[in-house]
C-alpha cells in the first residue's frame, strides 16, 4: 500500500500537532511555519501568531479606523451629486497616493522609525483614506446612468493621477531632502 499519512489533531492547539517521526532536512530547513505545515501537511494553528503580530494588526486597525473618517468627513464637506463625477474620490485618492510617497521617500532615505510607523500610517490611515472599493463603485454608477465613456475615463484619470501624485512626490520630497542636506 501507499505510504500512510500522518495523524492530525482537528483541534488548533498552538502547536503542531503530527505523529510523524523527525523532519526530513528540507523541512527543517524551512523557517516560516506555513512552509513547514505546508511541505509536511500539517495545520498550524495560528497562536504562536498571537505575540509578534498582533500589535501590528491593532495599529493598522486603529490607523484605518483614522483614515477612513478622514475619508468620509471629506465626502461630507465635498459631496458628489447623484449621476456627478466623483470628484471628492478622485481627490482624495490622489492626495492619498501624494502622502504616501512622501512618506515613503522619508522614511526610507533619512529616517529609520520604529517597526508600526509604517502598518500605522502607511497601511492604516493611508489604506483607510484612499478607496478603491469607492472608486469601483463610483464607475459602476457612472456606466449604469448612461456614462460608460465617462466612467472610463475616471477609471484612467485616477490610476494615471495616483501614479503622477506618488512619483512627483517622492521625486519632490527626495529634492528637498537633498537640498536641506549639510
Known sequence: MGAQQPHMSPVPTGSWECAADEPDDAE???SVPGQRAERSG??????????GQWPVVAVVALGGVLGACARYGASLIWTT?????????LLVNV?????????????SDIRS???LVRPFFGTG?????TTFSTYA????RLVDAGRARTGIAYLGLTLLAALAAVW???WLTRRVLAWRRP
Open 137 to 140: 463603485v463610483d464607475i459602476e
Open 168 to 170: 512627483s512626490a517622492v
Open 113 to 115: 522609525v520604529h517597526r
Open 125 to 129: 490611515v493611508l489604506g483607510g483614506f
Open 28 to 30: 527543517a530547513a524551512m
Open 95 to 107: 492626495i492619498g497616493c501624494a502622502v504616501i510617497g512622501v512618506f515613503m521617500a522619508i522614511i
Open 81 to 89: 451629486p447623484p449621476g456627478g463625477f466623483p470628484w471628492t474620490t
Open 42 to 51: 500539517r495545520r498550524w494553528s495560528g497562536r504562536r501568531w498571537s505575540g
